[in-house]
């Protein structure tokens, strides 16, 4: 009897299986990867109502961070800073700048200045910066700007870095002592470059003492 | 297969009717080549409307939410939990015929196993249905799988729900391949048969993988087929073990007994048994099979519903003896509230279906009659649904909060959906009864008498033979 298919047909069960095992780990990969924060968020970069460099403010000028955000140590939100924190230097220095303009007219009608948020959680999700910047009973150990912002005192223009997904926070919960630095130190950028080689066997210790356990499990963020 | 056989010549013929293996052929093929009857089309559309009617249920559902079923606080799993732990059951006859038995050289197997896995397949879609659209936002099923995302978040593997997933889904999958593997040689001999050129004999020359009959291809085939069967023999007992883990693991009275695990796996064999026989009863009288399923097969299918069915009894029993020895107020409760309470009519057709139905088949004249058997299978499957109802309901209607107590009632999309996955489980055999071979035409060979090596011998080689010839003892490994 004639064969019904031709002799390359008999490779098609090994490419069907090898395919489809090859095609549902591409999936899983492809999925995990461009679904995720870490291709959706990171690098987002909007273009803000004045051109304000914090390479030039917070780098070359070196400002502390919360000089502008302010609340950042008392509340949830790191604010953003009023106009008038502004023109705090700007009354003096480069008063009559075309790029300020924006501010000088926002400090003369009372109208804020509409700033673009780039780091967002979803509204599900509560984070709240005084618990993780301040020492308070964490023995001297806090979660620096630069872990979580990263090099904000090199950016032009201020963009996401990290995912801010949830494995990315529970990542941090599970593994603290890799993440946290002295208290002190909070706002020093570059620090994480430059880690002193025992500042994680130091973590430990404290972690260990002061019974350190961020928490992992839902309503810690969710409630 | 037949070289390990356990059917000796002095036991009365598998197959009757004396036929050549070109007959058995012929039977099982006809009906896959010839135009369908009427009484097919009639079954087929019933069940595919009714199929859609399932389809819009879980439509109507999907868009609506749960609260179309009659779920609601205390009872929070009720028809779906019900239906799908019922369609599972039904599942582990297939797999115990064609699996354990084949491992315990039960020639008689051979004649039913096609139709039960065909079966145990179509049972286990209907069940998986029920939990998917259960868990309330569907979109998110992927939750159940550990797929790994930004969320980070895992299935929690300590909770038999999840244990549940895998071993539903080990289960079908084994199931599926299983069944697949053996279809191969009977999917070739119908493509040989088909029209060349036809697109009958494409389909099932590439349903077929090639087989050529040949030496080598045996076996493999034969190889695969133990393989498989040592692979499924364990799912016999685990699956229905770690589905009974849903209720046996929590610390609901009622729920939480070691005797979970046996009691549902023989609840689960007894009812797959019975829908076995509901099937195939009103089958081989059908496609005119009473030859290969003869009433000694059905005999012994009853016979294994009479003991699994005294096992469930027994189960029923010892639930009330040990509730009653613990001593705990609370768990006496819930067994005397399940014979008694506000459920008393679905505990007692449960009982009556359950323990009284199989053992009628004590008798030798309700066990070998083609009527009896199909009735009692049906009151075994209505009995065996109630079952599931009375564990589930009974216990969460009555919470640990007197003021939650509740009575729970189906709404009508809860009735319809169950009917429903009744369309769909009988939408699928049609097709399968229609376009598959229905017997194992390649293995009920293998049993014939003319199978044997040294058939020949008895009978002078001239290819004629008669069941009265004279006994002979066949060495047990030829």
């Known amino acids: 009897m004639a064969q019904v298919f031709s002799k390359a047909s008999n490779r098609l069960p090994l490419i069907a299986l090898v395919g489809g095992l090859g095609f549902l780990l591409f999936t899983i990969w492809f999925i995990s990867y461009y679904f995720s924060p870490k291709y959706t968020d990171v690098g987002y970069a909007p273009k803000q109502p004045v051109p304000y460099s914090h390479q030039f403010h917070a780098g070359e000028l070196g400002m502390d961070c919360r000089y502008c955000h302010s609340n950042v140590e008392n509340g949830a939100i790191a604010n953003l800073p009023a106009t008038q924190t502004c023109m705090n230097c700007h009354n003096q220095v480069k008063p009559e700048s075309v790029k300020l303009l924006p501010v000088r007219e926002s400090w003369a009608s009372g109208k804020p200045i509409e700033w673009v948020k780039v780091h967002m959680l979803p509204e599900y999700a509560h984070f709240n910066h005084s618990v993780h910047v301040n020492a308070g009973s964490k023995g001297g150990l806090a979660v620096g700007c630069e872990t979580c912002h990263g090099r904000v005192d090199e950016m032009e ?22 993440y946290l630095r002295p208290a002190e130190l909070i706002t020093k950028m570059g620090y994480d470059q430059s880690r002193p080689a025992d500042q994680e066997a130091k973590n430990l210790e404290v972690i260990k003492k002061k019974g350190i356990a961020p928490p992992t499990n839902c309503s810690a963020c969710h409630y | 297969m037949s070289n390990l056989a356990t059917h000796t010549s002095y036991d009365p013929p598998l197959v009757d009717g004396n036929p050549s293996f070109h007959d058995i052929t012929e039977w099982v093929s006809v009906h896959n080549e010839r135009k369908a009857k009427p009484y097919w089309w009639a079954g087929f559309s019933i069940a595919a409307m009714l199929t859609i ?67 145990t397949i179509f049972a286990v879609i209907c069940a998986l249905i029920f939990p998917a659209f259960h868990i309330g936002r569907q979109w998110m099923a992927y939750y159940l799988f550990p797929i790994p995302g930004q969320m980070g978040m895992w299935p929690n593997f300590r909770s038999p729900l999840l244990w549940d997933v895998f071993a539903v889904g080990t289960y079908f999958t084994t199931s599926l391949i299983f069944w697949y593997t053996g279809l191969i040689p009977d999917i070739a001999t119908l493509r040989d048969r088909a029209k060349l050129g036809s697109l009958r004999q494409k389909v099932m020359a590439f349903l077929s993988l090639g087989w050529s009959g040949s030496m080598k291809n045996w076996l493999h085939y034969e190889k695969a087929y133990t393989i498989f069967a040592a692979l499924s023999t364990p799912l016999v007992l685990s699956v229905h073990s770690v589905v009974s883990f849903d209720f046996a693991v929590s610390q609901l009275p009622g729920w939480h007994t070691t005797i ?51 096992m469930v009894g027994f189960a029923y029993m010892m639930e009330f003896f040990v509730a009653w020895y613990s001593g705990v107020q609370y768990e006496i409760y819930a067994f005397v509230n399940r014979a008694f309470g506000q459920y008393w009519w679905a505990y007692w057709t449960m009982f009556t279906c359950n323990v009284v139905t199989p053992q009628l088949f004590w008798f030798k004249k309700l066990r070998t009659s083609m009527t009896a058997t199909f009735v009692l299978s049906i009151f075994v499957n209505i009995g065996m649904w109630f079952e599931r109802f009375v564990i589930t309901v009974t216990s969460l209607h009555r919470d640990f909060l007197p003021s939650s107590w509740d009575y729970y009632s189906p709404t009508i999309i809860d009735i319809l959906t169950f009917i429903g996955s009744f369309g769909l489980f009988f939408f699928l055999f049609f097709i399968f009864m229609r376009h598959l071979p229905v017997i194992a035409v390649a293995e009920v060979k293998m049993i014939l008498p003319q199978a044997d090596p040294h058939f020949y011998e008895d009978h002078a080689g001239d290819g004629h033979h008669t069941h009265e010839s004279a006994p002979t003892v066949k060495p047990s490994h030829s």
């Open chain 2, 53 to 119: 009617m399932l389809v819009t249920c879980f439509l109507y559902l999907f868009w609506n939410g749960i609260g179309v079923w009659g779920n609601n606080n205390p009872v929070g799993w009720a028809w779906d939990i019900v239906n799908f732990v019922f369609w599972v059951g039904i599942g582990h006859a297939g797999t115990l015929i064609s699996a354990v038995l084949f491992l315990f050289r039960q020639e008689w197997r051979t004649a039913i196993n096609r139709s039960a896995e065909a079966m």
């Open chain 2, 260 to 310: 979970f695990p046996p009691y549902f796996v023989a609840g689960a064999i007894f009812s797959g048994f019975a829908m076995v026989a509901t099937l195939l009863v009103p089958l081989r009288k059908l496609y005119n099979l009473e030859n290969i399923i003869t009433i000694r097969h059905i005999e012994k299918m009853n016979i294994i519903i009479l003991v699994t069915g005294s």
């Open chain 1, 157 to 178: 223009v201020v963009s996401q870095v990290q995912p801010l997904s949830m494995s990315w926070c529970l990542e941090c919960h599970a593994t603290p002592e890799k």
